[in-house]
């Protein structure tokens, strides 16, 4: 196993380690792919594994420790918090995975609110 050494094989490998897993790591692969600066980062990309066939996927606990001692600094606020948002949403730090109906709409529309999306 190794780091994928492009953003194309980052995003390919992540796409397919997402295709059948839980909702919250299609969703994290989903935000990153649409955001596309961390899969094109180097020390992003450190945090992913690359399997023979291709298949991708995020060490969460590699990218959490990396994410707490700055190795992302470098990018702009809203990078660095789209991916503090990808992360936890990864580690599943909010438990959504578990979560009921009422509160999982409820989280939705607080976060689309929050946002300035409206229906």
């Not at 994290?28 to 649409?34: D, F, I, P, S």
């Not at 990218?63 to 503090?84: M, Q």
């Given at each position: ?37 961390w ?79 409206t229906?």
């Amino acid at each position: 196993m190794s780091a994928p050494t492009s953003a194309t094989s980052a995003v390919v490998g992540l796409r397919r380690w997402a295709r059948g897993h839980s909702p919250h790591v299609a969703a994290v692969v989903g935000l990153l792919v649409a955001h596309g600066i961390w899969p094109a980062r180097e020390e992003f990309r450190a945090c992913v594994e690359r399997d023979r066939d291709g298949t991708c996927w995020i060490d969460w606990l590699d990218a959490r420790a990396a994410f707490d001692a700055g190795h992302f600094a470098n990018a702009s606020t809203s990078e660095i918090a789209v991916l503090d948002l990808a992360i936890a949403l990864g580690e599943d730090r909010f438990r959504f995975s578990r979560m009921g109906l009422a509160n999982a709409r409820a989280i939705a529309e607080a976060v689309a609110k929050a946002v300035w999306v409206t229906r």
